[in-house]
């Protein structure tokens, strides 16, 4: 067990105690209420089957003690690379049930993210599918464990177990844990969740129940707490708004999460029919591919009542599209895995500031925008968005993140740009940061390159994200190669980056060769000049 030390400073806990929005109960309490309260109401849906409070309560407590055999206490570390199954929700509840920590891992992560989440993270215990689409995670987890020592156990989910590993479904069988639930304190870190941003490696965000009970709360109050409320979950499971929104949310308010597993448009427009969906959002690919289905038509939806977008960037156009194809409440809205859900639209907001706009700061948030120095700038006027809330996590696993994150009086320096007009509206217009949005999912575009750097043929490469209609950003590779060397293809690139293990979204579709890279006087590249030469090059061009 490892020790994680936070960004929490005495003053933010007085402060969100005082306003009434901390503390926030722990998962055990919040599963005991709801089981007290409503106990018929189904909360999830997945496939064929309907669970209600009782029944994941008991799944709960059969999956702890199951745990608790394995050694896991509280303060151990277990991560997890789900796809959207109950079992992500059911252990998510297990491991707050006996004060260990969460951490959801996307299942398009390889071997080499898993590896650096787990060592980072001190993990005892790793749970996985089989083979998932194609690839084969117990493979993955076998070779991470290998260089993990702190790596106890694997698990595995769905498939059979190999030599020295456990079965989920064994632990679940177990007789219902009859030890006193062990839950963490409001302010305890109890989730780990890594995104991948503007540093080489992913980065661990920490959040404790206070965090991301703020988090669910918000959210809901945007979106409508009414008990007839169903979402469907259509983008990962294992992402902060999947986990929080959909595993989280319908326990905390008796709403319902209906599962798709794999997002497919016309799987979905099916599920949104036969279980009345009333809340439909996204990321802009996701409902794009929805709109642009050929079963599409206003009457499959039209039980959908509100739909929210964001994790990339929402053209004007979008909102307007699906405002017209839905008849519904549809905004936008701006968040990171640190902040989540810091923004947002509501009914009362003016339509063009809807179209347009990320809306204002949500309940609790106080939102600035500063310049290079670090000074306020004023409205209508570009700068970096510095954050502070309720929901704001707590640190980074790595706490020399924290220091260069984190403001004196607390705020998180965003590495966003956005103008706020005088009535607090935001408008995002840039990044500080060097990433690429591929679908909703932050990509380090150093990270990338530091990869490309070993190809024998390289000698300079920087690598940009430029607009693609159907992922929002597209990753392109701009190549200067070694003296005598014959040219390469895009091929030839992506070849080289499968063989390095790295995850699927971090290899380049676009290659662009250049005789130099466009540099400043210190020899910094100035991307934006590869950004507007080559966002508009063809997919997949060679030279």
């Not at 599920?271 to 802009?284: D, Y």
Request: aromatic content about 6%.
């Amino acid at each position: 067990m490892r020790l994680f030390e936070t960004h929490l400073p005495r003053e933010r806990v007085a402060r969100h105690e005082s306003a009434g929005e901390w503390p926030c109960p722990d998962l055990t309490s919040v599963l005991a209420r709801r089981v007290r309260e409503t106990p018929d109401r189904v909360l999830f849906v997945a496939g064929e089957e309907r669970v209600t409070g009782p029944m994941l309560a008991d799944r709960v407590a059969r999956l702890a003690r199951g745990l608790r055999g394995l050694g896991v206490g509280p303060g151990d570390v277990v991560s997890w690379q789900l796809p959207n199954w109950l079992e992500g929700v059911v252990l998510t509840f297990a491991l707050d049930r006996i004060g260990a920590l969460s951490n959801p891992i996307l299942t398009i992560y390889r071997e080499r993210e898993v590896a650096f989440v787990v060592r980072q993270a001190g993990s005892r215990v790793l749970v996985v599918p089989g083979v998932l689409r194609g690839f084969d995670h117990a493979q993955l987890a076998r070779r991470v464990r290998s260089a993990a020592p702190t790596l106890a156990h694997v698990v595995v989910a769905r498939a059979t177990p190999g030599p020295g590993e456990t079965a989920l479904e064994a632990l679940c069988v177990a007789e219902p844990d009859d030890a006193p639930p062990t839950p963490p304190g409001p302010h305890d870190v109890t989730a780990l969740f890594y995104t991948s941003g503007t540093t080489s490696d992913p980065k661990g965000v920490m959040h404790t129940p206070s965090t991301l009970g703020s988090f669910v709360r918000t959210q809901f109050a945007m979106a409508g707490s009414d008990p007839d409320h169903v979402g469907i979950l259509w983008f990962p499971l294992a992402h902060i708004g999947g986990i929080c929104v959909f595993g989280i949310a319908p326990v905390m308010y008796g709403s319902r999460a209906v599962f798709l597993e794999h997002f497919e448009p016309e799987a979905a427009l099916d599920l949104i029919e036969r279980e009345q969906v009333t809340s439909a959002g996204g990321p802009t690919p996701i409902v794009q591919a929805i709109l642009a289905a050929k079963g599409f038509s206003p009457a499959r939806v039209r039980s959908v009542r509100n739909a929210g977008l964001g994790a990339t960037d929402v053209p004007p156009e979008l909102i307007r599209e699906l405002r017209s194809k839905l008849g519904g409440f549809v905004s936008r809205s701006y968040g990171m895995t640190e902040c989540p859900m810091a923004t947002g639209g509501t009914p009362q907001d003016p339509e063009e500031k809807l179209v347009t706009t990320d809306g204002r700061p949500t309940a609790g948030v106080v939102l600035r925008t500063v310049d290079d120095a670090g000074r306020t700038v004023a409205p209508d006027v570009e700068g970096e968005i510095e954050l502070y809330g309720p929901q704001l996590c707590v640190g980074y696993v790595d706490a020399r993140l924290s220091d260069a994150a984190f403001t004196p009086d607390g705020f998180l320096r965003s590495g966003d740009l956005a103008v706020v007009d005088e009535s607090g509206f935001v408008r995002i217009t840039g990044r500080k940061k060097d990433i690429i949005i591929r679908k909703g999912e932050n990509l380090s575009a150093k990270a990338i390159e530091d990869e490309l750097h070993d190809h024998p043929k390289i000698a300079d490469v920087a690598v940009i994200g430029v607009p693609d209609a159907a992922s929002g950003e597209r990753v392109c590779a701009c190549v200067v190669l070694r003296p005598g060397t014959d040219g390469m293809t895009l091929a030839e690139l992506r070849a080289f980056m499968s063989e390095r293990r790295v995850m699927a979204q971090k290899i380049p579709e676009q290659i662009e060769l250049l005789e130099e890279l466009p540099r400043n006087a210190t020899g910094k590249v100035k991307k934006f000049e590869l950004r507007a030469r080559f966002a508009g090059a063809a997919q997949g061009r060679s030279a």
